[in-house]
C-alpha cells in the first residue's frame, strides 16, 4: 500500500546536492509532493524535508540510496504519526474585506491566523499548520477574493530522541580513527 | 605529509609549492601514482595538455580517436590492473562523449577519475562556445562529481576523486576544470584523503551476521554460491576459494565475478543468467541456502524474481547496503568487504563435501553439454561457430590471456567458453551492455598488463562502433590481438527477432565493408578466416606476432546462443534450445 512518508536527508553544504537528492526520486518517475531545505543545527549540515506517496519497500530502498551518495551524511524516513510537522502558508487579501465587523476578520480569528502586514490594497495574512488546516483557511477566504497564496513544503520533527549532533560526532570519530 | 582535520574532512597534507592550475591536475596525478591516461585534447583543457608536455617521461597520455575510447581504455586499465583508471577531455562535445564510458563504469564499479575542461567560469551559464553542464550531465552516472572554478580548489578535488573513486564501491568520478582555473596560480598541496564524515566505503564486520551466516551454511544440505566482482575489487580470490574449498559448496559466477575462480576449479559450476550455464540456473531454484558473494542479482542473473530462489534461505555478503534486499530478499545480510568477510566466515563453516548435490550439477551438465556444448566447440556442420573460435584460443593461450568482449553474441559465447587460470581475465561491459566497449578496453588492459595476452573478441556491429581506435593502436603500437566474429547480423537482436519477433529482421542485417581493407590501412596485421580448417594456424600466427593483429572469422549467420532464460521466465525455466 502507498503511504505518505517523510524522508529527512542530512547532507554537506554543496552545490548540486540538491540535484543529487531528486535524481534519486526522478529516476524511479515518483513525485516529490513537497521539498524544504535549509542548514540544520549543525554548522554546514543542511536538511532536507522531502514528502513522497510510495510503498514503503521503495521508500526503504530510496532512503539507502541516498545514503550511498558520498556528501549525504544520513537518510531517514517516517509516517505522519512518527513525526511532528507544519507547513507555513501565506495569503494575500484586499484589505478592505478584513474591516472591522466583517466575516472575513471572524475567519482569521478562529484559525489562528497572523496578519503580517497591512497595506492599503492587500493585507497578508500568515497560517502555520498541517496542510489540511492552511487549506481549510484557504477555502474559507477564497469568496473574498484571495489575490496571491504561497504554501511552504513540509518541515519536519522526528519523535525518536537521536540527535544529529550525536551522529555527526560519531562519524567524525569514526574517520579520525582510520 | 601533515594531517589536517577541516570540518568535515580528515586529509594529510604535503608542504606548498607555486604552480599553475594546470600543473597542479597534473602534479595531482602523479601524486596519486597515475602514470598513464587516455584522452583527447580540445580548447577548454589545453593548459592542462601544456602542462603533459613537461611530464610526458613520467606521465603518458594516449590520444584515443574519440572521447568514449578514452574511458574504456580506462576502464580497460581499471579492470586489468585493478588501480584507478584516468581519462580527460575538453568541455562540451569532449565531456558529452564520455558519459556512456562513464555510465558503463557506474553500473559496473569501476574506479575511474575523468576531468573535463570547462569555459571560462565568467562564461558559465551563457551558452559560451563548447559549454555544456558536465557536472549536471554526468551526476546521475558518477559517484561523485565536482567542479573546480579556482585553481586552489584543485589538490584536494583530484585527492578526493582518487579517494571516492577507489574506496568502498569503487566507481567513476569527475572533476570539470574551468580554463581560468587552469591557468590560474596557486600554492600546490600534496593531499592524501583519510576519509568524510559523510561517507563510508565499508561497513565494520557484524560478527554476529556472520555467525548467523556460518550457522546457514552448516546446516545447508545444498548450499550454492553465487559469487560476483566484488570478489575481484575486494581481492578476495584466494579467501574465496578457501572458503568454497572447506564447506564444499558449488559456485556459479556473474559475468562481472568471471576469472575470480579457475575455470576449471572442481566447485566451478559455470556461468549464472539468461545466456548462463544450465546447471547452476536450474539448481537455484533447488538449493536450500543460497549464498551470494560480492554480486547484486542483477535481473540478467535473477529472471523472474517472483520465481527466484523462493524456497532458499538467502545469505548476502555486500560492501553496499543499498544492495540488500534490492531485489532478493535477503536471510542474513553481511555487510563489509568480501575478504573480510569471507575469511570470518571460513573460520566458522564446517567442513564438507556435499558430494550429491554436487553430482546433480555434473548430471545437468552432460544434458548441456549433450544438446548445446558439443556442437558449439566441435560443431558437425561445416559452418564455423563462435564457440569453435573460443575453444581454439583456449587452447593457444592456455587460459592465460586477458579476455575483452564486445557485447551481443559473441560476448555471451566468450564469457560461456573461455577458460581462465588467472583473476581479472574477463574484461566484458556487463550491467551496461555497451556496444563498443571491447576495442578500447583491450587498449586498456593490454596498457596496464604488457607481457600478457590480451585478446579482444568482437562482433562486427561492435567493431563499427569503436573503430576508430585502430588508429590509437597503431599510434601507440599496443600489441593487442583482435578477433572479430562476423556473421553480418546484429547477431543477439537478431536472436531475438527469430526467436521472439516472428524472424521479421528488422534493421539487424548487417552490410560490412571489407575489415581486411580498412585494419590494412592502420598498418596492422590481418588475417581473414572463412574454413576451418585454417582457424588453429591463424589463431597461432596472431598469438605470435610481437605486434597488434585483426583476425576475422566468419562465422554461420543466423545461429543462436543457448541455454537462454526468456524475459520474464523463471531461471528453472532455461531453454535447452
Known amino acids: 500500500m502507498k503511504r505518505r512518508y517523510t524522508i529527512s536527508v542530512f547532507t554537506e553544504d554543496m552545490v548540486g546536492l540538491l540535484n543529487r537528492v531528486t535524481i534519486i526520486f526522478t529516476r524511479r518517475k515518483i513525485n516529490i509532493h513537497s521539498i524544504a531545505a535549509s542548514e540544520s543545527e549543525v554548522p554546514n ?26 556528501e549525504i551524511i544520513k537518510a531517514f524516513y517516517h509516517l505522519d504519526e512518527e513525526i511532528v510537522y507544519q507547513e507555513i502558508a501565506l495569503y494575500k487579501v484586499p484589505t478592505d474585506v478584513l474591516a472591522a465587523g466583517k466575516e472575513a476578520e471572524k475567519i482569521v480569528r478562529a484559525h489562528y491566523a497572523r496578519v503580517l502586514s497591512v497595506e492599503s490594497q492587500f493585507t497578508v495574512i500568515e497560517k502555520t499548520g498541517q496542510k489540511e488546516e492552511t487549506q481549510a483557511l484557504f477555502n474559507e477566504l477564497k469568496p473574498f477574493g484571495i489575490l496571491e497564496f504561497v504554501r511552504s513544503g513540509r518541515i519536519a520533527i522526528t519523535k525518536p530522541m537521536r540527535t544529529l549532533t550525536a551522529i555527526v560526532e560519531e562519524l567524525e570519530s569514526e574517520i579520525k580513527q582510520n | 605529509m601533515k594531517t589536517v582535520e577541516l570540518q568535515n574532512e580528515v586529509f594529510a597534507q604535503k608542504p606548498t609549492q607555486t604552480m599553475s592550475g594546470a600543473q597542479a591536475v597534473v602534479q595531482a596525478l602523479i601524486d596519486e601514482g597515475t602514470d598513464l591516461l587516455f584522452g583527447y585534447p580540445g580548447g577548454a583543457i589545453m593548459p592542462v595538455y601544456d602542462a603533459l608536455y613537461d611530464v610526458e617521461d613520467r606521465l603518458n597520455h594516449v590520444l584515443t580517436r574519440h572521447e568514449q575510447g578514452a574511458t574504456h581504455a580506462a576502464q580497460g586499465y581499471a579492470r586489468a590492473t585493478g588501480k584507478v583508471g584516468v581519462c580527460i577531455a575538453t568541455s562540451g562535445p569532449g565531456a558529452t562523449n564520455l558519459i556512456t564510458g562513464i555510465a558503463d563504469a557506474q553500473i559496473d564499479s569501476t574506479p575511474l577519475v575523468c576531468i573535463t575542461g570547462q569555459v571560462h567560469s565568467h562564461l558559465l551559464g551563457t551558452d559560451a562556445f563548447q559549454e555544456t553542464d558536465v557536472v549536471g550531465i554526468s551526476m546521475p552516472v558518477t559517484k561523485w562529481n565536482f567542479q573546480v572554478t579556482k585553481a586552489e580548489e584543485i589538490p584536494m578535488a583530484i585527492a578526493k576523486a582518487f579517494y571516492i573513486a577507489r574506496s568502498g564501491r569503487p566507481g567513476p568520478v569527475l572533476v570539470d576544470i574551468t580554463k581560468d582555473a587552469q591557468f590560474e596560480q596557486l600554492e600546490y598541496s600534496q593531499y592524501s584523503f583519510k576519509g568524510l564524515r559523510s561517507y563510508q566505503p565499508k561497513s565494520k564486520l557484524n560478527m554476529q551476521k556472520v555467525a548467523e551466516a556460518a550457522e546457514l551454511i552448516n546446516a545447508a544440505k545444498k548450499p550454492f554460491v553465487l559469487f560476483g566482482q566484488g570478489v575481484l575489487l575486494s581481492q578476495a580470490e584466494e579467501a574465496f576459494k578457501a572458503f568454497i574449498e572447506k564447506a564444499g559448496i558449488p559456485s556459479a559466477w556473474t559475468i562481472m565475478g568471471a576469472s575470480a575462480l579457475d575455470s576449471d576449479h572442481y566447485l566451478n559450476v559455470g556461468m549464472l543468467g539468461m545466456h548462463g550455464n544450465y546447471a547452476p540456473n536450474k539448481l537455484t531454484n533447488e538449493c536450500d541456502v543460497l549464498i551470494a558473494v560480492g554480486m547484486r542479482f542483477d535481473d540478467r542473473v535473477t529472471g523472474d524474481l517472483s520465481r527466484y530462489a523462493k524456497q532458499a534461505k538467502v545469505v548476502h555478503l555486500e560492501i553496499d547496503p543499498a544492495e540488500i534486499d534490492k531485489n532478493v530478499k535477503t536471510d542474513v545480510a553481511v555487510l563489509g568487504d568480501a575478504k573480510e568477510a569471507l575469511l570470518a566466515l571460513t573460520g566458522l563453516v564446517d567442513e564438507n563435501k556435499h558430494e550429491s548435490w554436487l553430482a546433480e550439477f555434473r548430471k545437468l551438465e552432460q544434458e548441456e553439454f549433450a544438446m548445446v556444448v558439443k556442437d558449439e566447440l566441435t560443431p558437425s556442420s561445416k559452418e564455423l561457430t ?37 583473476s581479472k581475465s574477463l574484461i566484458t561491459s556487463g550491467g551496461l551492455g555497451t556496444m563498443g566497449f571491447c576495442l578500447p578496453a583491450a587498449i586498456g588492459a593490454k596498457m596496464g598488463h604488457p607481457n600478457r595476452e590480451v585478446v579482444a573478441v568482437i562482433g562486427d556491429g561492435g567493431f563499427q562502433m569503436t573503430i576508430q581506435e585502430l588508429g590509437t593502436i597503431f599510434q601507440s603500437k599496443t600489441p593487442v590481438k583482435i578477433v572479430v566474429l562476423n556473421n553480418e547480423f546484429l547477431g543477439m537482436v537478431r536472436q531475438w527477432q527469430d526467436l521472439f519477433f516472428d524472424k521479421r529482421y528488422a534493421s539487424t542485417t ?3 565493408p571489407d575489415f581486411q581493407t580498412i585494419v590494412k590501412g592502420y598498418h596492422i596485421q590481418t588475417r581473414e578466416v572463412r574454413e576451418r580448417s585454417e582457424l588453429e594456424s591463424a589463431v597461432k600466427e596472431m598469438l605470435n606476432s610481437t605486434e597488434s593483429f585483426f583476425l576475422e572469422v566468419k562465422v554461420g549467420r543466423e545461429k543462436n546462443v543457448f541455454p537462454m532464460v526468456p524475459t520474464g521466465a523463471s531461471v528453472s525455466e532455461i531453454r535447452l534450445k
Open chain 2, 386 to 422: 563462435m564457440g569453435e573460435v573460443m575453444r581454439t584460443i583456449n587452447q593457444c593461450t592456455d587460459g592465460q590471456a586477458i579476455v575483452v568482449t564486445d557485447v551481443g553474441q559473441h560476448q555471451m559465447i566468450a564469457c560461456r567458453y573461455a577458460k581462465f587460470k588467472q
Open chain 2, 510 to 512: 548487417m552490410v560490412n
Open chain 1, 45 to 70: 549540515v543542511h536538511r532536507y524535508t522531502i514528502v513522497i506517496e510510495e510503498h514503503e519497500d521503495t521508500v526503504k530502498k530510496i532512503v539507502l540510496q541516498l545514503e550511498k551518495q558520498v
